[in-house]
Structures are given as C-alpha cells and as structure tokens.
C-alpha cells in the first residue's frame, strides 16, 4: 500500500524504519494484542473486538492496517478507524516502543487517510488524553485541529479528552 500524495502535510513518504503497510489480518491479532499490552496509551480491546476490525462482517465498517517490519515480518504498529461515512474515528494508532519516532505512526496515518478518502469520508475524528502531550503533539503536526473536550473520558485515571479533527479533501 503506497500513500503517495494522500501524506498529511509533515508526514515523511518513507520512514527511517523498513516497513510495509498494509491491510491488518487475522493472523495479526496476537501480534497486535502483545503489542498493545506493551503500551499503556494503547487501547486494551479484547481479541474479539479487534478481530471485528479485520472482519467485513462486524458491525461497525472498520479500516486496520498494521505495519510491518520488511525483514523480520514482525508487526511494528498499527493503525484502526471506525467508518460511519462522511465522518470516521481514529481509535488508534499505535507503535511499538522501540519503532517509535521513525516516522511509522505518519506513514500509518497517511496510509490510512488515503483509504478513508477511497471510501469517501471526508472528517477524521479523535479523542486523546490531555496529559498525551506526545501524542498530541503528533497529531497537531498531521494537521488535527482541536475541536472540543470531553469531560471525564477516559477512566483509570479519570481524565478528560481532547476532540480533535482532520479535514480530508
């Protein structure tokens, strides 16, 4: 999968990392489930709520797409959005820890924004934690704006959300 021209401004065409995106698979959820233990930032769903982002059946029209490693074949990081055209959710992108800051959490993004566009949403949402500042941070940078707060949204420690959005055009 190759973004190309669909990279949000800042976001590097190649990360410092060799990876490849592409879309998330069913063999990947023990990967991504040992990854996301590994990050306390990182949403801690159940197997059978991520292999809903993996399967055209679910529910919810998800987009997953995960990154991997192009010599190990490992998974790196990963990347899911909820679909309720026009409009999607970001619910996560994740990396792991040593992979971080080497441009796969932008390469994801674009990779992702460039299938949202494919399938005609045109607003990316997104709530994040307001201690996340690295997170926020990152997302500022891809061109997210803040849009509101959530009071108390998160839990474990209770903490309000930022709302934060992406035009695509």
């Known amino acids: ?30 990967a991504v489930l040992a990854l996301a233990a590994t990050l306390p930032e990182a949403p801690h769903w159940s197997r059978e709520h991520y292999s809903q982002s993996v399967f055209s059946t679910a ?12 010599r190990s074949r490992e998974v790196v990081g990963f990347a899911i959005a909820s679909l309720i055209p026009p409009e999607a959710e970001l619910e996560t992108v994740a990396v792991a820890g040593p992979w971080q800051r080497q441009g796969i959490a932008a390469h994801l ?19 994040v934690r307001v201690s996340n500042q690295p997170a926020i941070d990152f997302y500022q940078s891809q061109n997210f704006k803040q849009i509101g707060v959530r009071d108390r949204y998160y839990a474990d420690p209770e903490e309000d959300a930022l709302i934060m959005s992406l035009l695509l055009s």
Not at 5 to 11: E, K, M, R, Y
């Open 59 to 70: 529910p919810l029209r998800r987009i997953a797409l995960a990154a991997y490693h192009t």
């Open 109 to 127: 993004l674009a990779a992702l924004v460039h299938e949202l566009k494919v399938a005609e949403v045109s607003e990316v949402r997104l709530e």
């Open 1 to 30: 999968m190759s973004p190309g021209s669909d990279l949000p401004p800042g976001a590097s065409a190649t990360p410092r990392a060799p990876i490849e995106i592409r879309p998330l698979a069913a063999t990947d959820i023990d």
